[in-house]
């Protein structure tokens, strides 16, 4: 099995910033795209941010784009999600996914395993 682990969050300011990571164990190896995605209460889990497997491709929804940046280390099995310029509206339980497709999945069906979440909470 592949489990996925996110750290990272808590309680900021609005224009603070906060880093997420990620960290992969388990069964690795045919892992390929990796993203972000976040679910506030009473709404859709929402694609934030994918990256492939030798980080030459990114994408960001247009939500976060600017703001937010994804990255990865394959030798430290982990992938982070850098959010800076913070704002109330980006509150939400945020999510690592993990998928043995070559291409970055923006919807949640494309991802084959999940963290257990990290909240971020952006005061005004």
């Known amino acids: 099995q592949v489990h996925l682990v996110e750290s990272g969050g808590g309680l900021v300011q609005a224009g603070g910033s906060l880093r997420l990571s990620c960290v992969a164990s388990?069964?690795?190896?045919?892992?390929?795209?990796m993203g972000w995605f976040r679910q506030a209460p009473g709404k859709e889990r929402e694609f934030v941010a994918g990256i492939s497997w030798s980080s030459a491709n990114t994408f960001h929804g247009d939500s976060v784009k600017g703001r937010f940046t994804i990255h990865r280390d394959n030798a430290a099995k982990t992938v982070w999600l850098q959010m800076n310029s913070l704002k109330p509206e980006d509150t939400a339980v945020y999510y690592c996914a993990a998928t043995d497709r070559l291409e970055i999945g923006t919807v949640v069906n494309q991802y084959d395993y999940w963290g257990q979440g990290t909240q971020v909470t952006v005061s005004s």
């Open positions: 388990g069964r690795t190896l045919n892992i390929y795209a």
